[in-house]
């Protein structure tokens, strides 16, 4: 038999714990009520996220010692395919579930809970059919900014509010563009410097020199996918690396830090051997 007292201890644990199983279910419990399952709780400055959106690049390799090198030989098949096979695999999910949404156009109405198409076919010469431009040595980059819950872009619409250091080249572009097409978050790249820039050639941007507007705000909308742009460097310099800088504009964006961390940009070197 159990000791009188060894009977009470064990009394007393059982009750002790089960209060205390008890408590932090209900505590539990009341965390999971102020929770909402289609949005975060803490948002845009109330988060750790911030309000200013990052921006990234695709193809980017899982190979840590290739860095943000985007390097190929186009006179071997098999250095031009790795890279294009990334792409696939990238916009897989844009060829998926992707084209389950709408397709968004300047002069249509659109709801905040829209979800637009980001249409593969209209990156033309950045196109899976055409290898992304990498057989051919002129290669394609695809930009994206990302995901930040119900933010909102300040559009530079107004060509009196264009900030000074805004090129002239993307300044040519909005200007070109008719009045119901200019709210955008633009993008521009350039050489990081002289050098480089001197080295870049021709840059085209498909489907075009910005982020459209019916692509915000992102609201966790089933389906959604950042909007992309392709980016196609058309003469790059045979086994010479180019640093690429591509930007985006909106007056939310905040472009600040060193160049190898700066917020508002990103940074790649292309090599052609």
Excluded at 79 to 107: M, P, R, S, T, V
Aim: proline share 7%; aromatic share 14%.
């Amino acid at each position: 038999m159990i000791p009188h007292k060894e009977t009470k201890i064990l009394i007393f644990y059982a009750i002790f714990y089960t209060v205390l199983a008890g408590l932090f279910t209900i505590c539990i419990q009341g965390l999971f009520s102020t929770l909402n399952e289609t949005e975060p709780k803490w948002k845009l400055d109330k988060s750790l996220i911030g309000t200013n959106p990052g921006m990234g690049y695709r193809p980017l390799s899982d190979e840590t010692e290739r860095g943000s090198v985007i390097q190929f030989d186009t006179k071997k098949p098999e250095e031009a395919q790795y890279w294009i096979q990334l792409l696939d695999d990238f916009l897989k999910q844009y060829q998926g579930e992707g084209k389950g949404g709408k397709h968004c156009e300047f002069n249509q109405t659109h709801k905040p809970e829209d979800v637009c198409v980001v249409d593969v076919e209209k990156f033309e010469t950045c196109s899976p059919a055409n290898s992304y431009g990498y057989k051919n040595g002129r290669p394609c980059v695809f930009l994206k900014l990302n995901k930040i819950f119900d933010w909102n872009p300040q559009y530079y619409d107004d060509p009196k509010e264009f900030p000074d250091e805004m090129p002239v080249e993307l300044r040519t572009y909005i200007n070109s563009l008719p009045a119901n097409e200019l709210q955008q978050v633009w993008v521009s790249c350039n050489g990081t410097n002289a050098q480089d820039r001197e080295s870049l050639g021709d840059i085209k941007y498909f489907p075009g020199q910005g982020f459209p507007a019916f692509y915000y705000p992102y609201l966790n909308q089933p389906g959604y996918l950042s909007p992309l742009i392709a980016v196609q460097f058309e003469k790059l310099p045979i086994s010479h690396m180019v640093n690429v800088e591509c930007r985006a504009w909106a007056k939310n964006i905040i472009y600040s830090g060193s160049a190898r961390d700066r917020m508002g940009s990103v940074t790649f070197q292309l090599v052609i051997d």
